[in-house]
């Protein structure tokens, strides 16, 4: 018999995959800041669904109150009670609710917008964010992801993963030129990681936003596994990339590890003893 937790099984193919649910998930995530709201026959173009199942999952979801149907376009579009899974997801994060009071000292000692990021697949999604009062011009929303290969962040975490894993990631990932600077050799990505690895810290300059220069930090976990990270968002007509590395890198170095010593982040250490035991 076929264990359907078995490391070999690809999720969608064990017994115990729902296809239904993953399917009205996606449905959710088919809008988009360029698709606010879509009728029935955009829908099935976008999540590659027959006209009948997206009518009886738009339907499924309008009746629990997840999306919202305009009575004149017939389009449909996200309800505001999809924020509350957002929500609870927020309220819940050990690592989040740890992070909270350093990223606050981080964004008043360096005066640049620090965010919080963790790591999702082959993306890093932000999950908190505290603003500068200057001036700003890049706009990071809660829930942006943003590819793990062209962001310090997700370097960050790559300085601190099996080099086969990193080379799994880069592999896997489209390696999109977002700016003229964006790395996407994975020889360059992979010398940038070992770079990281080396000071401790990971930056990138205008690799996603042209002239935004991040400098991040992994925050380490039970037996040293990355959780997260800190990033400090720095713009170039403040910062050089060469100031923003030596003044803003040992900051989120600090931060970083201020936040894996928290007291919530050594009760998951805790945890993972315990059920390893």
């Not at 879509?38 to 499924?60: V, W, Y």
């Not at 964006?182 to 300059?205: H, P």
């Not at 990270?229 to 100031?243: C, D, I, L, Y």
């Not at 007291?263 to 998951?268: D, E, I, N, P």
Request: aromatic content about 6%; some cysteine.
């Amino acid at each position: 018999m076929t264990d359907p937790n078995s490391p070999d099984e690809s999720p969608e193919a064990s017994r115990l995959f729902v296809t239904s649910l993953a399917r009205g998930l996606n449905v959710l995530t088919a809008f988009w800041e360029g698709k606010p709201s879509m009728n029935l026959a955009e829908l099935a173009d976008a999540t590659g669904m027959t006209k009948s199942a997206i009518q009886r999952f738009t339907h499924t979801l309008l009746a629990v109150g997840y999306l919202k149907k305009d009575p004149l376009t017939k389009e449909y579009a996200l309800a505001p009670r999809t924020l509350e899974v957002g929500l609870r997801y927020l309220q819940t994060s050990a690592l989040l609710n740890s992070a909270t009071p350093y990223l606050h000292a981080l964004v008043r000692t360096c005066e640049e917008t620090t965010t919080l990021s963790e790591r999702d697949g082959l993306h890093m999604t932000y999950i908190s964010r505290f603003p500068t009062h200057k001036e700003m011009f890049v706009n990071m929303p809660l829930g942006m992801r943003i590819p793990m290969y062209c962001t310090a962040g997700g370097r960050a975490i790559m300085s601190h993963l099996d080099p086969k894993e990193v080379t799994e990631i880069l592999e896997q990932s489209e390696r999109v030129a977002y700016t003229p600077t964006t790395l996407t050799r994975i020889a360059e990505i992979r010398s940038a990681v070992a770079q990281a690895r080396e000071d401790g810290f990971a930056s990138t300059n205008g690799e996603y936003y042209t002239g935004d220069i991040t400098v991040s930090a992994a925050i380490l976990g039970p037996s040293g596994q990355p959780l997260g990270a800190v990033n400090v968002s720095a713009p170039g007509s403040r910062w050089s990339f060469e100031e923003a590395c030596a003044g803003l890198g040992p900051q989120v170095v600090a931060a970083a590890r201020a936040i894996g010593s928290s007291s919530a982040v050594r009760q998951l250490r805790r945890r993972g003893k315990a059920g390893g035991a």
